[in-house]
């Protein structure tokens, strides 16, 4: 069974950091590309960053490029996202999905990030 | 402001067909295919459609995805209670080089 496992959420002030993991099973992690994706409180859903199946590119939504940095430990089969200078505006439930276009895509349950002081 | 647009809502009664519309342009729907999925209250969204018309095992043969020049289309027939939900088209931009939400609908059975 494929499962996808957000952690690392929580509260945190602006301009705080904070590290979301996303632990991956149930299939051949290294042989996707993987993506976070978020939605803020009753807001729709906002794609943020993807990378490579070797992590030798990345991509980013331009709301969070310079300060979110994504990766991953495909020994691991670990997703990762460090975000930087965070904003009330990051406030959301972040998401890992392992595509979000393809004939099999799964989703985490999310881990919930608060921004505010 | 999403670079996908789509209506705030739609509805219709158990039984009808109702269709839902994602409006993009020439660098995204226009060049890449179009996926939908369905986000039913608490929970992670779920994949509906994928490569415009594709759907996965396991999604009933009652949705089904259309596109048209730099529009796509999300049908839904023989429409259930079960089917109250928040739909989302999403595509590659080009342009932006990153994946493209739809602002999403509000999909109500009366």
């Known amino acids: 069974e494929v499962q996808l496992v957000e952690s690392g959420g929580g509260l945190v002030q602006p301009g705080g950091s904070l590290r979301l993991s996303c632990a991956a099973s149930?299939?051949?992690?290294?042989?996707?590309?993987m993506h976070w994706v978020r939605q803020a409180p009753g807001k729709g859903l906002v794609w943020v960053s993807n990378i490579k199946t070797d992590g030798s590119r990345t991509n980013y939504a331009g709301s969070v490029k310079g300060r979110f940095t994504i990766s991953r430990d495909n020994a691991k089969s670990t997703l990762y996202l460090q975000m930087n200078s965070l904003r009330a505006e990051d406030t959301a439930v972040y998401y890992c999905t392992n595509g979000l276009s393809s004939s099999s895509v799964n989703w985490g349950r999310g881990t919930l990030v608060t921004v505010s002081s | 402001q999403s670079v996908l647009t789509q209506p705030p809502s739609a509805s219709g009664t158990p039984g009808q067909r109702v269709a839902i519309s994602c409006s993009g342009s020439s660098s995204n729907i226009g060049s890449n295919g179009v996926a939908w999925y369905q986000q039913l209250p608490g929970t992670a969204p779920k994949l509906l459609i994928h490569?415009?018309?594709q759907r996965p095992s396991g999604v009933p043969d009652r949705f089904s995805g259309s596109k048209s020049g730099t529009s796509a289309s999300l049908a839904i027939s023989g429409l259930q209670s079960e089917d109250e939900a928040d739909y989302y088209c999403?595509?590659?931009?080009?342009?932006?080089?990153?994946?493209?939400f739809g602002g999403g609908t509000k999909l109500t059975v009366l």
């Open positions: 149930g299939f051949t992690f290294s042989n996707h590309w």
């Open positions: 490569g415009d018309t």
């Open positions: 999403v595509t590659w931009d080009d342009s932006l080089n990153g994946w493209v």
